[in-house]
């Protein structure tokens, strides 16, 4: 399962971010009203180049599965215990 997505981010694109919004909670209001009524726009462009980001999102996407279809089953049991021993020595 992948990670948990922000209701937003699918209406923005991979290169947008959202508006900073102030700390006064009375600028905060008058900018969520602005937003409902479109006259500011919700997102601000990160300066990422679009095409970039898809394809790199693509590779990543399709590196996990790759490789883990080139492990053998004792290499990915051996990886998993010792992640498993990892996360429980954190403590």
């Known amino acids: 399962m ?9 209406t923005l694109g991979m290169t947008m971010k959202r ?11 008058k900018l969520m009203v ?7 726009p919700d997102a601000v462009d ?3 180049n679009a ?3 898809e394809l790199g999102r693509r590779g990543g996407l399709k590196g996990g599965a ?4 080139a492990l ?7 990886i998993a215990k010792n992640a498993a021993s990892k996360r429980t020595k954190k403590s």
């Open 46 to 48: 990160d300066g990422k």
């Open 72 to 78: 053998s089953s004792e290499r990915r049991s051996e």
């Open 19 to 29: 508006t900073p919004r102030p700390r006064d909670p009375i600028q905060l209001g």
């Open 2 to 10: 992948g990670a948990r997505r922000k209701p937003w981010c699918h």
């Open 34 to 40: 602005d937003i409902a009524t479109g006259a500011v």
């Open 66 to 69: 790759a490789r883990a279809k």
């Open 51 to 53: 095409a970039a980001a």
